[in-house]
């Protein structure tokens, strides 16, 4: 019977999340499976991959065939280097304790380039969150600049009103008497 290693799709529409199996290749994608190895979701930054190691490294050796992400898969958690330690103890050029101390050294190596990833992700965040802020603040600045030099006019007409009105007596008799002036004319015109 082919095995294959393969992902079998699980999770709502739009949001996978897979698990790794190792499978009859002629059953269905979502069908039965011989054993479930680890999981992997995609929807994470990084992608949340959990493997089961030694389950997986069993498989390879038995003949299991991985498919192209699940080979991806098991390169980016060791699996795959894994084997190829183990075969190297086989043919007598390692050592169980030599394979153990290169696949540990490899794990904490990884492990730091995650971390790091990780790590650049968050200040990436940070510093979108801190632009974000420091756009956010100018804008407001803007606004009150708007907004302070929109009531500047009104205060600056309001003040010579104020003025006008000290004078407004004597304003009011030039009219009135330029008015009268006016109206005697148009008696005047009428009489004519």
């Known amino acids: 019977m082919p095995v294959k290693i393969r992902l079998q799709r699980h999770g709502k529409k739009g949001k996978p999340f897979y698990w790794v199996v190792a499978a009859d290749s002629r059953s269905k994608r979502d069908g039965k499976f011989l054993e479930k190895l680890g999981i992997y979701n995609p929807n994470t930054n990084p992608a949340t991959i959990e493997l089961n190691v030694d389950n997986s490294v069993q498989w390879l050796q038995n003949g299991a065939q991985p498919t192209d992400t699940a080979r991806a898969i098991l390169s980016y958690k060791g699996v795959l280097l894994k084997h190829h330690l183990l075969g190297g103890v086989r043919k007598g050029a390692l050592t169980e304790e030599q394979v153990e101390e290169k696949f540990n050294a490899w794990l904490e190596e990884k492990g730091q380039a995650i971390a790091d990833k990780i790590g650049g992700l968050d200040k990436e965040k940070s510093d979108a969150k ?63």
């Open 130 to 192: 801190a632009a974000a802020l420091k756009a956010e603040k100018a804008v407001n600045e803007k606004r009150a600049q708007a907004a302070a030099e929109a009531a500047a006019p009104e205060e600056a007409e309001a003040e010579p009103v104020q003025e006008t009105e000290a004078a407004a007596p004597e304003a009011d008799v030039k009219e009135e008497a330029v008015a009268e002036a006016k109206s005697e004319d148009k008696d005047a015109a009428k009489e004519a």
